[in-house]
């Protein structure tokens, strides 16, 4: 069969991407939609380019470089895709295909003025909207020039911002084509964007036009600042209208220039409202078709709207799926659970399978629609002063939804039969002999779960994991679980609020916490302190450590002297802890068992940080710490007007605090000790399924729901396209970042801090341990890039649990997401680590070896370098 060089527009949809591009299989849509004007016009197909690049010297060569680069070695860069530029400049377009472009263009005027637009195969998807990575030529006027500007196109796939682009989003250069569009050129009174949706804040009901006089050019290139409207339901409801001073126009020659507007007309609206409402109808129209917001450019000539692009919005954070056109407010889970990036079919599937409450996907994370709890007036009390506890930020943006009369509907409390959601649970005991008994009850049922599940295959362990995951939600949600968890957090809020109101200290649980008993996660960070002492006593083991690269490498280490004792120390700390890894809820993620080399630098930061001994000097200096404080405390109060029933009272409290407050880290323990198990029997299966040649890849299975996977087990049949298009999601979703609060209209609240007492320039954040410290500031994303030195204060996204042997080596903690009782500040306290959570972009803000000074009492971040 003949390849087509160029094509119609008329001939092309959006279905034909890889043979006319992004670019062109969306124009070719638009001009299919009834009401739609779209400039007429052709495509040159990727086949032209194919033959084209098939004649540059060595292009396999230089892709294969070009692949090999770092995508922030910008000299490397530029120099390789120049030399390909030009190469691809410098190659004559054959006879025939010249032949073909130019007939294309008699048919609607061969000397006319025309725009030349590449059409990348990676342009204008769904997932990622290459805006401005290649290039566009407008008004290129006869054959001659339209071919030039076409060979132009072709070697604007390699320019420096494209090159970098695919680099960093994972794209292959060889499998990126690049087609070219060529329409007529149209001469507008105005022209701009058009978003139907609100690009900032995500509302899908709110569009905004960007608009401006002449060529969309001028607005662009930021030459002017354009007139903004914004429109709801039909209406403009925002407009704000520039001095727009210069405009981009065609020379009658070819080509654009820029020139001065007349001064009478540059604080003119470029568009009327009723110009803007029709421009929105229209957007609406688009969007609807496309069946997603989109980004579209237009121009208005003779007060008629002809569309010349329009590309997904690709930074949208996707909208829960409700089922009913009724309004919803959705919570983040993720800022809950300390994990914000986006989790894989069966991760999502096993928590929701789970989870206490219903919770629904968007964007690769999980929420709960808090909608019921924010309509009546007790159970909103509850949620705030819940939220406003554990998250500022969360507490903002839930009133600033509230603070839109319209959105929510006010229900009415409901009538006498108990306590409202949210209140109190019954009060427990200070015994400690509970919590000993909820941790070898748990302890039981995880034992008897590896039991059982060892002999279940097929569609029979997916039957036994349902009732698994009922037992697992049964141990959950144990009455007494609950009460411990609410007692130790509920002494804390005490013991801080009276002991400020009595005294006039803040956070005074902070030390009076300190090194408490039965709290797993800092146990956990102790017990690396103790591997690492082990390790250091054999110097030829600590050598063969720092060369570690792979997984293997405990097999290797009896080979070395001392190397049976560091390969001891290091399995007996796998069977404790080996379940734990960064983004742990996620059952997909890589564990420590799965993947012990992550721990290696953890181990060597160790070795070389402390002497031996420390993890127990470490433990005991807390505990005399937090009786030292304890006795002040009582101290001071009992010299106070009331002072004896004062003093009692926060006894009571002290040794509430510390019988309950570690054990708030042991169920999550739990859970994932639990989700270690299901794992490697779903793993299992997925080996059984490649053996049976139902599945190419065994972490397939990550791609399909629980449901789905069932499905499989059941009639050994799998749909490969679906794990192919949940691959490519997942990985655009790493790109969006989740908001704390979620609307129906798709509006992202993220909240504020409305705090006046901080220095000018500091960055705001939510105080979670007290104290103040200076020093060296680490940014770090990846658990296993961790290099730490004595005195660094950690700055990171999130932190949970994996990350608390980290936090034996720091004097400091800042992240971007967290609570007053999220596992990073509950660690935080444990150490005597001054902390703040919650600082918006902290890893941007704050430099990697800047230093830094944390006040953790008070809540803020102050840059010193």
């Known amino acids: 069969m003949t390849e087509r060089y160029v094509l119609d527009l008329r001939e092309v949809d959006e279905t034909q991407v890889a043979l006319v591009g992004g670019k062109g299989a969306h124009l070719g849509g638009l001009s299919r939609i009834d009401g739609v004007r779209v400039p007429a016009g052709c495509c040159v197909t990727t086949a032209a380019f194919r033959r084209i690049m098939a004649q540059v010297p060595s292009i396999d060569d230089r892709l ?15 120099t390789l895709s120049a030399e390909i530029r030009r190469s691809i400049e410098g190659i004559a377009i054959p006879a025939d295909l010249a032949a073909a472009i130019t007939r294309a263009l008699a048919r609607h005027g061969a000397e006319a003025a025309y725009a030349v637009r590449s059409s990348a195969t990676a342009e204008d998807l769904p997932t990622a909207s290459f805006a401005g990575q290649q290039d566009t030529y407008l008004n290129v006027v006869g054959p001659a020039a339209v071919l030039e500007h076409v060979s132009r196109c072709w070697a604007s796939l390699f320019t420096e911002r494209a090159v970098t682009y695919r680099l960093r989003n994972g794209f292959d250069h060889r499998k990126v084509q690049m087609a070219v569009v060529v329409q007529q050129m149209v001469f507008p009174h105005a022209s701009g964007i058009l978003f139907t949706a609100d690009p900032v804040t995500g509302n899908r009901r709110v569009a905004t036009v960007d608009a401006s006089f002449g060529l969309g050019e001028a607005l662009v290139s930021g030459l002017v600042n354009p007139d903004v409207f914004r429109v709801r339901d039909g209406e403009v409801i925002a ?15 070819g080509g654009t220039q820029d020139v001065t507007i007349d001064p009478q007309r540059q604080e003119q609206p470029a568009l009327t409202d009723a110009q803007v409402v029709r421009l929105v109808q229209l957007g609406r129209r688009i969007e609807a078709h496309f069946g997603r917001p989109q980004d579209i450019e237009w121009c208005l000539v003779d007060d008629d709207f002809q569309v010349v692009q329009s590309r997904p919005i690709t930074t949208l954070f996707p909208i829960p799926a409700a089922g009913d056109r009724e309004n919803h407010v959705y919570l983040s889970v993720g800022h809950q659970q300390m994990m914000t990036d986006p989790m894989r079919p069966l991760g999502l599937s096993v928590w929701q399978l789970t989870a206490m409450a219903p919770m629904h996907e968007a964007g690769g994370r999980l929420f709960v629609d808090v909608t019921r709890a924010l309509a009546t007036p007790a159970s909103r009390a509850g949620l705030l002063d819940m939220a406003g506890r554990s998250d500022p930020l969360t507490r903002d943006a839930l ?25 109190p649970p019954d009060p427990i005991e200070t015994d400690p002999a509970i919590v000993t008994e909820l941790i070898e009850h748990s302890e039981a049922s995880v034992a008897a779960l590896r039991r059982d599940i060892r002999t279940k295959t097929g569609p029979a362990l997916f039957d036994f994991l349902l009732a698994a ?7 959950l949600s144990d009455p007494r679980s609950m009460r411990a968890i609410m007692a130790g957090m509920e002494a804390t809020w005490w013991l801080n609020d009276r002991l400020e109101e009595w005294l006039g200290e803040k956070n005074a649980a902070d030390t009076l916490t300190l090194s408490a008993p039965d709290n797993v996660t800092s146990e956990m960070g102790l017990a690396l302190l103790d591997v690492a002492d082990v390790v250091r006593a054999h110097p030829e083991v600590v050598a063969f450590l720092r060369s570690v690269e792979d997984d293997g490498f405990l097999d290797e280490l009896p ?62 200096h807390g505990r005399q710490a937090a009786r030292k404080k304890e006795q002040d405390v009582l101290e001071r109060l009992r010299a106070l007007p009331d002072g004896e029933r004062k003093a009692a009272e926060t006894k009571r409290m002290i040794d509430r605090v510390r019988t309950f407050i ?15 198990v299901y794992k490697q029997a779903l793993l299992a299966e997925a080996e ?28 050994n049949r799998v749909d490969e ?42 960055l705001v954040g939510l105080p979670v341990s007290a104290g103040t410290v200076e020093g060296r500031a680490r940014v770090i994303l990846d658990l296993a890039q961790a290099r730490l030195e004595p005195g660094d204060i950690l700055v990171t996204a999130y932190t949970d649990p994996s990350w608390s042997p980290l936090f034996v080596a720091i004097t400091g903690l800042v992240t971007e997401v967290g609570g007053l009782m999220t596992h990073g500040a509950v660690i935080a306290r444990e150490y005597g680590l001054p902390a703040v959570v919650g600082v918006r972009q902290a890893t941007r803000l704050i430099r990697d070896g800047q230093r830094i000074r944390v006040h953790g009492t008070d809540g803020y971040v102050e840059l010193l370098s």
């Open 688 to 715: 059984r399924l490649v053996r049976a040649n139902v599945l190419p890849e065994a972490e397939d299975i990550f791609y399909l729901t629980f449901q789905e996977l069932h499905d499989v087990a059941r009639t």
């Open 399 to 423: 009133e600033t939804v509230l603070d839109r009369d319209d959105f929510l509907p006010a229900l009415p409390d409901a009538g006498p039969g108990g306590p409202p959601a949210g209140g």
């Open 64 to 78: 294969d470089q070009l692949a090999r680069l770092e995508p922030d070695d910008r000299a490397a860069i530029g």
């Open 239 to 253: 407009r704000s209208i520039a001095a727009k001073q210069r405009a981009v126009q065609a020379r009658p020659a």
């Open 559 to 620: 080979k070395l002297a001392g190397g049976t004792e560091a390969r001891e120390a290091i399995e007996a700390y796998l069977d404790r802890y080996g379940m734990r890894c960064v983004g742990e809820i996620d059952i997909t993620r890589p564990r420590w068992s799965e993947r012990p080399s992550t721990l290696v630098p953890l181990i060597l930061d160790n070795v070389r940080n402390f002497e031996p001994g420390a993890a127990e000097r470490r433990f005991e």
């Open 662 to 676: 570690g054990y708030r880290e042991y169920p999550k323990y739990a859970i994932i000790s639990r989700y270690f």
């Open 721 to 762: 396209q679906l794990i192919r298009q949940r691959k490519e999601a997942f990985r655009s979703y790493r790109a969006l970042t989740p908001p704390r609060v979620l609307t129906s209209d798709g509006e992202a609240v993220d909240g504020a801090y409305r705090r006046a007492d901080v220095p000018a320039g500091a």
């Open 469 to 475: 995951f009922d037992e697992h939600k049964r141990v």
